[in-house]
């Protein structure tokens, strides 16, 4: 897994994973009981960082490690306070794959293999697993489906939700990426982002410039400016 997130699949990853956590925003059920939380807006990098920290112990060090049983122990800690649903929990981990793999089909260099997709899916199962999620799918056209009837009945406009996925824009570069480039990649996300999530989260359009420069360094179809 670390080879496949940090070796040559690594802008997928890095770009869908980030993708990932603004689309989670749409989500008006989820976002409003959360926003009261004073933590969640002021400081958003603060949690962001907490969630590629514990996604990166996972990958390197696997789910069966100590630091990836303790990663497991803090997921589940977390969220036993939240009033969610089983579907509510499929939906947040299945974004963490979903996404990438939809940059990664609509915009990679390379595109992941059938076995990789396949370690990708059998990972991030056993990461549902221990955090003790029931019903989830156990193939890829399954989770696709569930997460597309999900979004047809909850991703939606929310006043709070289009501001913490501008938050979420402006501190998720913070994470990884080099002060200089962090303004292209916001552009490269907003580029990418699929325009139903971006016009739902009232997020604005890529610059002009932003999609010529991407339209010679990707060389796969990008959604129309």
């Known amino acids: 897994m670390q080879q496949l997130y940090y070796g040559r699949h690594r802008l997928t990853f890095r770009a869908g994973t980030y993708l990932a956590l603004v689309r989670m925003m749409g989500i008006a059920h989820l976002v409003l009981p959360l926003y009261g939380h004073a933590q969640l807006a002021s400081q958003t990098h603060a949690r962001l960082v907490r969630t590629r920290q514990t996604i990166w112990e996972l990958i390197v060090h696997g789910i069966d490690s100590e630091p ?26 299945g974004a963490f794959f979903l996404e990438p793999l939809r940059w990664n089909a609509a915009f990679g260099r390379e595109r992941l293999s059938p076995e990789e997709t396949a370690q990708l899916l059998g990972f991030w199962l ?4 221990g955090m003790g999620l029931t019903g989830m799918p156990v193939t890829l056209d399954a989770w696709r489906r569930e997460q597309a009837a999900y979004e047809a009945a909850y991703l939606r406009h929310t006043p709070e939700g289009a501001r913490l996925a501008r938050l979420c824009l402006r501190d998720v570069v913070k994470l990884t990426v080099p002060y200089a480039l962090r303004a292209p990649f ?16 009232a997020l604005p359009r890529p610059h002009w410039l932003a ?11 990008l959604p129309a400016a």
């Open 68 to 93: 990836g049983r303790a990663a497991i122990r803090r997921l589940r800690t977390v969220h036993a306070s939240l009033d969610a649903r089983p579907e509510d929990y499929r939906y947040v981990l």
């Open 126 to 129: 056993r990461v549902g697993e």
């Open 186 to 201: 916001r552009q490269l996300m907003l580029t990418t982002m699929e325009p139903a999530v971006r016009e739902t989260l």
């Open 211 to 221: 999609g010529a420069v991407a339209r010679v360094f990707l060389p796969r179809r």
